[in-house]
């Protein structure tokens, strides 16, 4: 394909599972009033992006976040399941203390290498990056010129690795606010990195 495609790549705003470190994964957090302000922000910086489309988790957070951004660009929405958030098993909706304390020696490998951690009821972070970098390369081949995803850092971080081959491990080098955004552009069958964490 020699069409260049523009690809943003959007967190979702703040919640209140931010502000109390909560682990989140699918726990359907919904946006806090600051997060609305953020992402009303957001809907502002990208009103001239030319963005055709935009694609999203199916938690609240993203879908609050995406239909304000939204309010700006009147474009079709899509929800999908390859951007829902990491499955975090019983860890989801729990502190950061309880889950140090519980369970040491995952909470260590979450710390340090969590490509590496395998856990019961858990996601591997492989496989978040496999459904949601297969999803993508189905879009571009499809998609329009322009598009948007709106989804969780534990997503993008993964995805970004995955799109411009950075190897394991990638997860604590990359820094994904809430309600950034990053630019990925595809062009002549390769995906460059043009902006992160905007």
Do not use: C
Request: cysteine-free.
């Amino acid at each position: 394909m020699k069409t260049k495609k523009t690809i943003y790549l959007i967190r979702h705003g703040e919640t209140e599972g931010n502000i109390e470190g909560l682990f989140r994964g699918r726990y359907d957090f919904s946006l806090n009033e600051n997060g609305r302000k953020q992402a009303n922000l957001l809907k502002e910086a990208l009103i001239n992006s030319g963005i055709k489309q935009i694609f999203l988790s199916p938690l609240k957070r993203a879908k609050e976040t995406a239909t304000i951004i939204n309010q700006g660009l009147n474009v079709p929405l899509f929800i999908e399941d390859a951007f829902n958030n990491i499955d975090l098993g019983e860890w989801e909706g729990k502190s950061k203390n309880e889950i140090a304390r519980k369970y040491p020696t995952e909470f260590k490998i979450w710390k340090t290498e969590p490509e590496k951690l395998k856990f019961k009821d858990f996601e591997l972070l492989e496989n978040v990056q496999k459904r949601s970098l297969n999803k993508v390369l189905e879009i571009v081949e499809k998609g329009p010129d322009t598009l948007a995803i709106v989804t969780h850092r534990a997503v993008l971080k993964p995805l970004i690795a995955g799109l411009i081959g950075i190897k394991s491990p990638y997860f604590w080098k990359i820094f994904i606010s809430p309600a950034s955004y990053s630019t990925i552009i595809y062009e002549q069958n390769n995906f460059y990195l043009y902006n992160l964490n905007v």
